[in-house]
């Protein structure tokens, strides 16, 4: 009688008093309550992000970490985060033991299904027999000695096209230092995994030049859309934040075309890797068994426990001795895209704004490079070369201190633990904030100054320099990203002064998944007549 004279609006209403009252009795009744901010339900602490971390969650943490210390909670996504910033906290998630408790970097998400990476890839993979499958022949690959020789001739290669460029701009021209380096990486991570050219430095030095300096473009061997496949990707990381920090609700309304876009991306990056490997799987069955075949990432992964097999180190266990199927390749090869652009790219403008602006470390890191390679001209880099770099590599290590590309470091417990002192339940969703832990001065003497000589004294205290993360689930990237770091510094050092167009501006980050440097305005200056 009561229900039959309420009308859809009264319904409604009772649907969210008792949906409101059951979040906020979780809310109140839940685990171990930490110091954060009240969240709203739906939305968790949305408007605070918004609002207070203009849009970024990890400016929200900051925050937070200042008012509450080292452990406080965030709601986002649908989901609590107990946020912990001390290395003793973490030190079992820290464990590289792959049959620790916390393998997985996010748990079940539901948004992730939709998308299609809950069970696929490295990354964001909470699937653990894919996803050690997939790190188990990323790292053969990234590990074996041929494929970072390779990396190694590659990067000169195209750095004397990216030389030519800037040589052309001319001194008096700013240029934006961020897009040259997203160009160039992009560059060399799709040559050395994909083995294909995208060609991306001439058309972007064409669009900044005048008429009269422009060049002929040539379109890539594959056809037109590998050459968009940079921006999809790019795209594609960004949709990632999309469907970690939007609700599915507010997704499916509100935002529903930004959700549809996203999914469609997804496939057309699918599409397009499937196409590629294809290609390439047709022209190593047509290359003669006695011609050489190049050996990028997709080519050695074509070819793994095959009669072509170009890696010689034989796999162990059953699972990795077959050859790999079309899913099983697209999926490795999307995370070395995916993981080393952005990344590297935003890394490499952090040093270079840290040495204009420490015009002492420059030098030191000048005579560094002067007395390993010398003042020959056209001497080839070697990994023994790179492996000297002990200063070099110091000053990355410090930025990546200050700007680490990485803040958080997501873990899901999966089973009930004992962290920081409280009993969790499995599933608890914790992260890691590196960024706190980078700049704590328990563990950092003077942590916001820039001085890489606290790298070439000490090494860190255990786990208070997490870059790349750590444990199981640390970065399989790392080596080759050193690598590149070290080569590229040298080449652009070696040949160029840059100087910042203005010197008294912070750098330009903007956090999407990673801190990425979206502008870096700088001139450059060759070092010798030319
Ligand atoms: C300066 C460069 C780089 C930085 C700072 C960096 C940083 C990171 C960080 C912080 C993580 C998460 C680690 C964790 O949760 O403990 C990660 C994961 C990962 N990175 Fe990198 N990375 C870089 C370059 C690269 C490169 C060049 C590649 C590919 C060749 C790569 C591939 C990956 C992959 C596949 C993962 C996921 C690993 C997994 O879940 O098992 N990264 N990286």
């Known amino acids: 009688m009561i229900l039959t004279s309420l009308g859809v609006s009264d319904v409604i209403g009772i649907i969210i008093f008792f949906y409101v009252a059951k979040f906020y009795y979780e809310y109140f009744t839940r685990p171990n309550p930490l110091p954060g901010s009240i969240p709203l339900p739906i939305i968790g602490n949305l408007l605070g992000i918004i609002y207070y971390g203009r849009g970024d969650f990890t400016v929200w943490y900051k925050i937070l970490h200042q008012r509450h210390g080292d452990i406080f909670e965030s709601y986002m996504g649908g989901f ?34 939709e998308l299609g990476i809950s069970k696929s890839g490295m990354t964001l993979n909470s699937h653990i027999p894919t996803w050690k499958f997939n790190r188990g022949f990323f790292t053969k690959v990234i590990l074996a000695p041929n494929f970072s020789k390779g990396i190694v001739n590659l990067i000169p290669t195209i750095y004397d096209e990216l030389d030519k460029y800037w040589k052309e701009i001319g001194e008096d021209v700013p ?131 095959t009669e072509r097999e170009l890696i010689d180190q034989k796999s162990v266990d059953e699972e990795h001795s077959k050859p790999l199927n079309n899913d099983q390749i697209h999926q490795i090869i999307l995370e070395a895209i995916s993981g080393g652009i952005e990344t590297s790219a935003s890394t490499l403008c952090t040093m270079v704004y840290y040495l204009a602006h420490y015009p002492d470390v420059l030098t030191r890191l000048r005579q560094e490079l002067d007395t390993i390679f010398g003042f020959e001209k056209d001497r080839q880099i070697t990994v023994e070369d790179l492996s000297k770099m002990h200063y070099t590599e110091a000053v990355f290590n410090e930025c990546t201190r200050l700007v680490n590309p990485s803040k958080t470091l997501p873990r899901v417990s999966t089973t009930k633990d004992i962290i920081a002192g409280y009993e969790w339940p499995a599933n608890t969703l914790f992260e890691i904030y590196s960024d706190g832990i980078h700049r704590n001065p328990a563990f950092w003497k003077d942590p916001h100054k820039f001085n890489p000589d606290r790298f070439m004294e000490t090494e860190p205290l255990r786990n208070t320099y997490l870059p790349f ?35 008294d501006a912070p750098m330009n980050l903007e956090y999407k998944f990673i801190n990425m440097c979206t502008e870096l305005k700088v001139k450059v200056r060759p070092r010798f007549p030319q």
């Open 175 to 305: 240029i934006d230092f961020s897009i040259w380096m997203h160009k160039f990486m992009t560059e060399i991570v799709f040559q050395a995994f994909v083995g294909l050219r995208v060609n991306g430095l001439k058309p972007y030095f064409n669009s900044i030049v005048e008429s009269s300096k422009k060049k002929p473009t040539e379109t890539n061997p594959i056809d037109k859309e590998i050459e968009d496949f940079p921006d999809i990707t790019k795209e594609g990381l960004d949709n990632i934040g999309f469907f970690l920090t939007i609700p599915s609700l507010v997704r499916h309304t509100i935002l529903r075309k930004k959700n549809i876009a996203a999914l469609k991306n997804r496939k057309q990056t699918f599409d397009i890797l499937t196409k590629v490997i294809e290609t390439r799987r047709k022209e190593i069955k047509e290359t003669s068994i006695d011609d050489k075949l190049r050996q990028d990432m997709l080519t050695l992964l074509i070819t793994m426990n």
């Open 469 to 503: 993360g750590g444990g199981a689930r640390s970065c399989p990237g790392r080596k080759i990203a050193i690598l590149e770091m070290k080569c590229l510094i040298f080449l652009i050092y070696r040949n160029f002064d840059i100087t910042l167009v203005d010197m």
């Open 80 to 113: 609590r985060r107990v946020i912990i910033s001390r290395p003793d906290y973490i030190e079992k998630m820290m464990s590289p033991s792959t049959k620790n408790d916390y393998t997985l970097r996010v748990g079940n998400i539901p948004a992730f299904d």
